[in-house]
Structure formats: C-alpha cells, structure tokens
C-alpha cells in the first residue's frame, strides 16, 4: 500500500469539549476524535496531535487514548507512518476490518481474544528467537524490567506487559506482526487488563506470570525458535486457564469492569453493521 512521501500537516492545537456522554472513557474520546475528522477539523492527510496533548485535553490517561486511535485505525481513518505519527486517511479507502468477538459473557469475550493471542505471538516469538538482533533483544529486556518496575509501584502493568509483547513482534522482522497486533491493540489491551487484575489477586499468579515472560526472553535470548514458541504458548494457555478460576465475585465486580470494552465493542459493532458476517457461533471454552 501506497502512502505519500511529503510530511504530514500537524493539529497539534484543538478544541477538546468535556465529554460527559454516556460510555467508557474511550468510548467518549473515540466520538470526539470522530466528530473532528468526519468534520474537516482534522482533515486528510493531517497528523493529529500526539498521544501526551490529546491526553492533557481531555484530562484522561494515555491508555484511553490509545484504545481511541486504535478504534479509528480499525474502521480505516487514520494510519500509523513512520516518522510521521498517527496521520487522517483518505475517506473509504479501505473497508475496515472488524472482530466480531460474540461474547456470551465477559468470559467469553477475553477467553476468544486470548485464543487469538495464542496463535499470532507463537509464531511471533518463534520467529524472534531467529531473527532477533542485539538491540532488539535490549529492547525486549527493558520492556519486561518495566513490567516489574510496574508491580513494584503496584500500578497494572497493562501498557508494559503489551509494550513487551509488542517489543517481540517488531523482533520477528515481519512489520506485519507489530501492524496486526497494534490493530487489534485495543481488544488486547482489555483481555490484558482482565487478566492482570485477576493475577494480582494472588501471589502465586504474580510469581507464575513473572516466570512465564522470563522464560519467553530467555528463549528469544538463546535464540531458540521452539522453545520460544512453546513458552508463549504456555503463557497465554496459562493465562487463559487462570481466568478461567477466577471465582463469581471476581466477574460480578472488577473482572466484569476490565471486560466491559470487549462487551461494548461487541454491541456496538452489532449495531454498526448488519452486512458482516455474524458471529462465530463457538461454545464457550
């Protein structure tokens, strides 16, 4: 695909109205960013303002903004360019591609995503243990001390666990697995947050999850492309099962409120579009 040479025209300055509409907090960012570009606000082929100004508009976190711009680079309107930043596509260019995840219940929804996961990161980290080079190796190291460093300030972890997984992807050579896992980065995010909420409930969960990326780095370090793609298989297989233990109280309260943008992507994709295919029809795992 095609894309122009000459630098992007920045926003780097905009009008961000309090967003107090219903929805989540991305939800909201999402429908303003939307308003602007469907409005000329932001027209083709201008470079909209960077994740830190968009955050310091609208008062949310870098989080909720990156669930927004993913959503718009999933219904085709904006791309990412190197050295350019996240640039307005020309209108219907292409048709957006969708995940039509189907959930019977927040555990369905995460369970899907994490099946998903499983298939595309074997691969990716089998792929990096051979093609990996020293400074993407060094890159791979400090995004899994940052996910230490983040259980140490008993913060999530959510954006250091993606940015290690995403650090491994770019080591496969293949642009296309850093484009594909940044696309649906948003699906990602949620069935990370799911998953990490539910393991920093109990210790051993922790330690286990700790292992687990250590295990895929030393894998990718020996340059070892099958048991790198066993260690992530073990991981997001593991991952998958310790969701799957998680007790009632767990999804009645902050399990069901990591979920909820899987949910509400889900119905609100179903009211997008009757023309798509349909769900998957699978019975829960």
Known sequence: MATSTTTPRSSSTFDAPVITHVGTLADRVTAVLLEKIKGGEFPTGTRLPTEQVISERFGVSRTVVR???S????DGLVEVRQGSGTVVREANRTTAFRLDIDPKSSVDAVLRVTELRRGVEAEAAALAAQRRTRTQLAEIRRALAAIDAAAKQNRDGVDEDLAFHMAISRATGNPLYPSLLEFISQFILAAIRVTRTNEARRDDFSTQVRNEHRALFDAISAQDPDAARQAAITHIDNAGARIQEADS??????????????INEEKKAAKRGSGGSGGSGGSRS
Do not use: N, Q, T, Y
């Open 71 to 74: 959503r718009l680079k999933s």
């Open 67 to 69: 669930e927004a711009i």
């Open 249 to 262: 109280s767990f999804w009645e309260d902050v399990g069901r409120a990591a979920a909820r943008p899987l």
